[in-house]
Nanobody, 122 residues
Framework: QVQLVESGGGLVQPGGSLTLSCAAS????????MGWYRQAPGKQREQVAQ???????NYADSVKGRFTISRDSAKNTVYLQMNNLKPEDTAVYYC????????????????WGKGTLVTVSS
């Protein structure tokens, strides 16, 4: 019904930048919040950043001042601009869409992308 497809991951040197993109497709009427989570090897998945349909954003303390989340609601797409990347940012980054209302079903559901790997290393 709904697919989230991430792109933009890769290998970058410390101090470098990357931009992740995630496009949601399907029978979507509305999406309340879109965001990014990440999971490093041996660690739990953690929220990185989220943006609501009203434009409210929140960030993990570890990325504040370095990452910027933005959203194009008309395209159901969310972006994550990552600057001054550090080795500890290395993880699989997952796109999340929360409280997704479909044109075919009432209520809101949550969806996840398959993830994109970001590796920060010299």
């Amino acid at each position: 019904q709904v697919q989230l497809v991430e792109s933009g991951g890769g290998l970058v040197q410390p101090g470098g930048s990357l931009t992740l993109s995630c496009a949601a497709s399907g029978s979507i009427f509305s999406i309340y919040a879109m965001g990014w989570y990440r999971q490093a090897p041996g660690k739990q998945r953690e929220q990185v950043a989220q943006v609501t349909s009203g434009g409210k954003t929140n960030y993990a303390d570890s990325v504040k001042g370095r990452f910027t989340i933005s959203r194009d609601s008309a395209k159901n797409t969310v972006y994550l601009q990552m600057n001054n990347l550090k080795p500890e940012d290395t993880a699989v980054y997952y796109c999340n869409a929360d409280q997704v209302v479909l044109t075919t079903l009432p209520g809101g559901m949550e969806y996840w992308g398959k993830g994109t790997l970001v590796t920060v290393s010299s």
